[in-house]
């Protein structure tokens, strides 16, 4: 069995039961292709008490590390706790990979960056904190064995990718 934390947006106030159920569509468009058994771990719970952020945090926390992969949906701009679900995930050492659309927030095409044209951006931290990015669903099912292997391999990136990026640009930089 492979269990997967489903990274992204969680709704609030009023958005709990008005906007689309993406953690549904990924879920049904995994275990639709996958041979493997899939379980699915979700951070929206209505049993938790949303003012004990400990709880909240705990909860989140005790779901990626009992994970084998984070799919993180990154086809909308992110906020600050799916990138810390990123640096988790790292931290216990688990396969992320992120679902970026191409020409989207986090994936752009001719970026400009101080007169430098970069011909295909992507978000750095997003970048260097996946173990694989995405374009859609259907990439997503069609490298689903691919990831399921990584897994298995252990040929994962974990925390450790934060001190080699540091090393990488302090030997740039000399």
Same mark, same amino acid.
């Given at each position: 069995?492979?269990?997967?934390?489903?990274?992204?947006?969680?709704?609030?106030?009023?958005?709990?039961?008005?906007?689309?159920?993406?953690?549904?569509?990924?879920?049904?468009?995994?275990?639709?292709?996958?041979?493997?058994?899939?379980?699915?771990?979700?951070?929206?719970?209505?049993?938790?008490?949303?003012?004990? /952020?400990?709880? $909240? @945090?705990?909860?989140?926390?005790?779901?990626? =590390? &009992?994970?084998?992969?984070? %799919?993180?949906?990154?086809?909308?701009?992110?906020?600050?706790?799916?990138?810390?679900?990123?640096?988790?995930?790292?931290?216990?050492?688990?396969?992320?990979?992120?679902?970026?659309?191409?020409?989207?927030?986090?994936?752009?095409?001719?970026?400009?960056?101080?007169?430098?044209?970069?011909?295909?951006?992507?978000?750095?931290?997003?970048?260097?904190? /996946?173990?694989? $990015? @995405?374009?859609?669903?259907?990439?997503?099912? =069609? &490298?689903?064995?691919?990831? %399921?292997?990584?897994?298995?391999?252990?040929?994962?990136?974990?925390?450790?990718?934060?001190?080699?990026?540091?090393?990488?640009?302090?030997?740039?930089?000399?």
């Amino acid at each position: 069995m492979i269990k997967i934390y489903l990274a992204g947006k969680v709704a609030k106030g009023d958005e709990i039961g008005n906007v689309e159920d993406w953690r549904k569509r990924y879920a049904d468009s995994l275990k639709e292709e996958s041979e493997e058994e899939l379980f699915f771990l979700d951070p929206e719970d209505e049993n938790l008490d949303e003012s004990d /952020s400990m709880e $909240i @945090v705990g909860h989140d926390c005790s779901q990626i =590390k &009992d994970c084998d992969l984070v %799919i993180v949906n990154a086809e909308k701009k992110l906020g600050v706790g799916t990138a810390q679900e990123m640096i988790i995930a790292k931290y216990f050492n688990k396969c992320v990979v992120s679902l970026i659309p191409e020409n989207s927030h986090y994936c752009r095409k001719d970026l400009n960056m101080f007169g430098n044209i970069i011909e295909k951006w992507i978000h750095p931290f997003m970048n260097t904190l /996946s173990d694989m $990015i @995405v374009s859609d669903l259907a990439q997503l099912q =069609k &490298d689903f064995p691919q990831i %399921i292997r990584t897994i298995r391999s252990g040929k994962i990136k974990n925390i450790s990718i934060i001190d080699e990026a540091c090393e990488y640009y302090q030997a740039k930089r000399k």
